[in-house]
């Protein structure tokens, strides 16, 4: 089974300018997580998604970043404009369900860097 | 604010020993928390947890202990073995928060021969 597929692997990009990552969860779960993974620290939860349905954005910057899980499948994130700061590995995951029992799976991430 | 702390950034261990690895969290509202593992260029995976309504779970050579009265939880592996090399992830959880998890900072771990 396949798992939970991200691309682009690395991207680097002039600070200011748009930038996209792209997310495949596994087939049949219908959670999906994004995390944003400093250098030196754990994940932080960015956006879930229930289906189509983003259920908890709280920790979006919404001024700058922005997300969609279009037919409840894949999803994208989107920067833009993107800052220094922004460099970061992004995450994304996906369980069955939102229930913290079921086990989220981990793509290997986006490693951002913004110059 | 960092409700789940580690604060060991790392830990060297010699093959067959045993790694002890150590994690503090504030919130008192955590009911569940997990243990991930983390190879470089690799997304974490999902390692083994407890609830809080016990205090100990093991598999295989992990076995996590919880002391919900210090708020303090530990992995222990025994014996460590070179593959264990990783940076390990302690996180937590309530419930009913639909897998909200709040991770610590991470403990690299490297095993040496």
């Known amino acids: 089974e396949a798992g939970v597929v991200q691309s682009p692997r690395y991207k680097i990009i002039e600070k200011k300018q748009p930038v996209a990552f792209w997310c495949n969860p596994i087939?049949?779960?219908?959670?999906l997580y994004w995390y944003l993974q400093n250098l030196g620290q754990g994940p932080e939860l960015l956006i879930r998604?229930?289906?189509?349905?983003?259920?908890?954005d709280s920790q979006l910057p919404k001024d700058r970043f922005s997300a969609e899980r279009l037919k409840g499948v894949d999803s994208t994130l989107k920067i833009q404009p993107a800052e220094l700061g922004d460099s970061a590995v992004y995450l994304c995951?996906?369980?069955?369900?939102?229930?913290?029992?079921?086990?989220?799976?981990f793509g290997p991430g986006t490693r951002l860097t913004v110059l | 604010d960092q409700q789940v702390k580690q604060n060991s950034p790392s830990l060297s261990v010699q093959e067959g020993r045993i790694s002890i690895l150590n994690c503090d969290y504030t919130?008192?509202?955590?009911?569940?928390f997990l243990w991930y593992k983390k190879y470089p260029a690799e997304g974490p995976t999902f390692l083994i947890s407890?609830?809080?309504?016990?205090d100990k779970n093991e598999d295989g050579r992990f076995t996590v202990f919880l002391n919900k009265s210090a708020k303090h939880l530990s992995l222990h592996i025994v014996p460590s073995q070179p593959g264990d090399s990783a940076v390990y992830f302690c996180?937590?959880?309530?419930?009913?928060?639909?897998?909200?998890?709040?991770f610590g900072a991470g403990t690299q771990v490297v095993v040496t021969p």
């Open positions: 996180a937590a959880s309530v419930t009913d928060s639909w897998g909200k998890l709040q």
């Open positions: 087939s049949g779960h219908n959670t």
């Open positions: 998604y229930e289906n189509e349905e983003a259920v908890d």
């Open positions: 995951a996906s369980s069955l369900s939102g229930s913290i029992y079921n086990e989220q799976f």
């Open positions: 919130n008192s509202m955590f009911d569940y």
């Open positions: 407890i609830s809080s309504i016990k």
